[in-house]
């Protein structure tokens, strides 16, 4: 299994029932960083050994400026996405989204649906502009998203589907309404 936060997360399973924890094999990692920043050995560990990923990292701050939302969450899925398709066991990629990606429809239904910007436009705009080149165009970006966190999670759901369609990825992708 692999995890890739803080061992506090796990202080209480550790003291209650440290048996569990011999089942998991923490590494820390960045998912703005590419190969998840982590190490070689980490990595290699991860690639051959984990059979089921999943994503729920993520920024959640709806007032942030478009370009941190950019990187942590389309910039971030994509980097787990690269190291999921090094995983020799992968059985399934769980991508956790949003209900509220889909902000215009009042039915969603169990697809993924088109989003009035390419990532990949947005993901190359957020590597040539800085973060105030990139809130000063926000309001444009957006269309009809509320805030950048609803926006870069229905980025991130196409990201995900197009590794699906073009790797057969083995990916389920979940939107609930909290986490």
Avoid: W
């Avoid at 924890?21 to 560990?45: A, H």
């Avoid at 980097?79 to 090094?86: G, I, Y």
């Avoid at 947005?122 to 970006?141: I, N, P």
């Amino acid at each position: 299994i692999f995890i890739c936060l803080k061992n506090q997360i796990f202080k209480r399973i550790m003291d209650e029932k440290p048996d569990v924890m011999r089942k998991l094999r923490i590494v820390n990692g960045d998912i703005t960083q590419p190969q998840l920043g982590l190490l070689d050995e980490d990595l290699k560990y991860v690639t051959s050994q984990t059979e089921i990923v999943f994503h729920l990292a993520a920024s959640l701050k709806n007032e942030a400026t478009l370009k941190p939302n950019v990187i942590m969450n389309v910039v971030g899925t994509q980097h787990m996405l690269e190291v999921a398709k090094k995983m020799s066991k992968l059985l399934i990629m769980i991508h956790t989204s949003t209900a509220f990606c889909l902000i215009e429809h009042t039915t969603i239904e169990e697809k993924i649906y088109e989003c009035h910007f390419d990532p990949e436009d947005v993901l190359r705009a957020a590597d040539k502009m800085t973060e105030e080149e990139m809130a000063a165009r926000q309001k444009m970006y957006l269309g009809p998203h509320l805030n950048t966190y609803t926006f870069t999670k229905r980025l991130a759901e196409i990201l995900v589907r197009d590794e699906f369609k073009h790797n057969q990825l083995p990916v389920c992708i979940v939107r609930p309404g909290i986490v």
